[in-house]
């Protein structure tokens, strides 16, 4: 093994370039492929074969400490279509000599509003205000290099760089 990578040294969460204020951990969204169960003559039971490409929903959770003002201008960027970028600094250990370093993880979302949640007020506490986005596009680089790419719009779902779909939507 080259590295050990521990941790998420610190991050920023943006919309169209401006920095927003979030809460303090936000969970990157689940890919679920869609599957469809095969059973027949020939097959020992029931497989789900993965429909590749075809994930269901996706949904960021956007914690907030306060209902500020700039929390309604990210529901309105969003809404137009803006785009959401965390970036973070990827702390990593390398196994031969131990020396700690880190690379940066980008992550880069685009989709609409779906939930608004205000939060609950009380004295001398956080909010826990959010929202939850409903993703059309989502990529991940880690160290400057595409990891995934999924454009549920533009039929494209690439893992390493490599496009997944190409044959696909030649053939459609």
């Given at each position: 093994m080259e590295n050990i990578f521990e941790s998420i040294h610190s991050f920023r969460v943006y919309s169209n370039g401006d920095i927003v204020g979030v809460g303090e951990e936000i969970s990157l969204p689940a890919i679920e492929n869609k599957?469809?169960?095969i059973s027949g003559a020939g097959i020992l039971g029931e497989?789900?074969?993965v429909a590749e490409g075809h994930v269901s929903a996706m949904g960021q959770e956007l914690p907030f400490n306060a209902l500020s003002p700039e929390y309604f201008d990210v529901v309105e960027k969003i809404n137009k279509g803006?785009?959401?970028t965390i970036r973070g600094a990827l702390q990593y250990r390398d196994a031969a000599t131990g020396t700690k370093n880190t690379m940066g993880i980008k992550v880069t979302e685009r989709g609409t509003?779906?939930?608004i949640?205000?939060?609950?007020?009380?004295?001398a506490e956080a909010m826990s205000s959010g929202m939850t986005v409903n993703l059309n596009y989502l990529k991940i680089e880690i160290d400057g290099k595409e990891k995934l790419e999924i454009d549920k719009l533009n039929m494209i779902y690439k893992v390493n760089g490599v496009d997944l779909l190409k044959k696909i939507r030649d053939l459609c």
């Open positions: 599957t469809t169960t497989i789900d074969s803006a785009d959401i509003v779906k939930t949640t205000p939060g609950s007020i009380k004295n």
